[in-house]
């Protein structure tokens, strides 16, 4: 799912191709798209786009008369910018948003369809859909830890709740964790001052050098291969290869169609987190370090 750093890259973009030119044309080919009916989707056609923002993991669309398009990507939705014109694809596409600069086709890759279109009027309307995380980028210190320690939860539920913390992730969660040296497991009003200062540092300077890492590397082009996972994320997708700080292997939790990484020797102590279907498979053989682990897989 695009986080912060992606839906900057966006809506950079967006601001580089589309803020100033009229919406000539909407053509959605999935019904599924669009959750709002009034205002209805036709009447952005003819307006121009006057600004771009980002919602949380939401990109908004600013037009004229204060008519806002928010899309929500969803784990696989992508932007495409191509030519004026271009047809939909029959395939994994939502539909097509016409300029007279190009054209920019919203796809999606999963056979589930997800992303949404919210079509809403006035910013009162367009602040019902941010749930209300904490933009840590203009947080203090005491704002985070507030936000972060209000209930107890896991640090990995608690960075990637949009209603406690706005724009983390799945994928960005598991790197700010490994160089904080917390586990994803580590109850939030169990750390110390010191680990919460660490936390929000950790947080801000990941945010905002993938934000730059993602600038530099699409300059000027429309950001193309957005993903979940970036070649260079040190943990995130990272099973089994060597931890970039101390070589031990990364390891993995997974649930559903998701899974979290991380670093035992660095996060941990060495212990190895119960895997939920690995754990119920192995029972009381399920490994507790990084030792017991290599010798089950080594028989």
């Not at 600069?101 to 919203?106: D, E, M, R, V, Y």
């Not at 724009?167 to 750390?191: K, V, W, Y």
């Not at 993602?214 to 970036?230: M, N, S, V, Y």
């Amino acid at each position: 799912m695009p986080e912060l750093p992606e839906i900057t890259a966006y809506v950079e973009a967006f601001q580089r191709t589309i803020v100033g030119q009229p919406l000539e044309r909407i053509r959605v080919r999935s019904p599924s798209l669009v959750r709002t009916w009034d205002p209805p989707l036709s009447a952005a056609e003819g307006l121009a786009v006057v600004g771009a923002e980002r919602l949380g993991k939401r990109v908004v669309w600013c037009m004229e008369g204060e008519l806002f398009l928010v899309f929500h990507l969803m784990i696989t939705g992508r932007f495409k910018w191509t030519k004026a014109g271009a047809a939909v694809p029959k395939k994994r596409a939502h539909g097509a948003f016409d300029f007279p600069n190009g054209t920019l086709l919203l796809t999606e890759q999963s056979t589930r369809k997800r992303a949404s279109l919210h079509v809403v009027q006035g910013r009162e309307a367009l602040a019902e859909l941010d749930p209300g995380g904490l933009e840590v980028l203009d947080a203090s210190l005491e704002d985070f830890t507030s936000a972060l320690t209000r209930e107890s939860r896991t640090l990995k539920r608690a960075l990637t709740d949009p209603r406690v913390l706005s724009g983390i992730g799945n994928a960005h969660s598991d790197e700010i964790l490994l160089f904080a040296r917390l586990s994803p497991l580590q109850l939030t009003r169990n750390l110390s001052d010191a680990e919460l200062a660490r936390l929000y540092e950790v947080t801000r300077s990941s945010l905002t050098e993938w934000t730059a890492r993602l600038r530099e590397e699409f300059g000027d082009r429309f950001p193309t291969k957005i993903t979940a996972f970036h070649p260079a994320m040190s943990a995130h997708g990272k099973y089994g290869e060597p931890c970039p700080t101390c070589g031990s292997p990364i390891q993995r939790i997974k649930y559903a169609d998701r899974e979290t990484n991380y670093c035992a020797t660095c996060q941990t102590g060495g212990k190895v987190l119960a895997d939920r279907g690995m754990s119920r498979l192995l029972g009381d053989d399920w490994p507790r370090t990084l030792e017991e682990l290599e010798e089950l897989r080594s028989k």
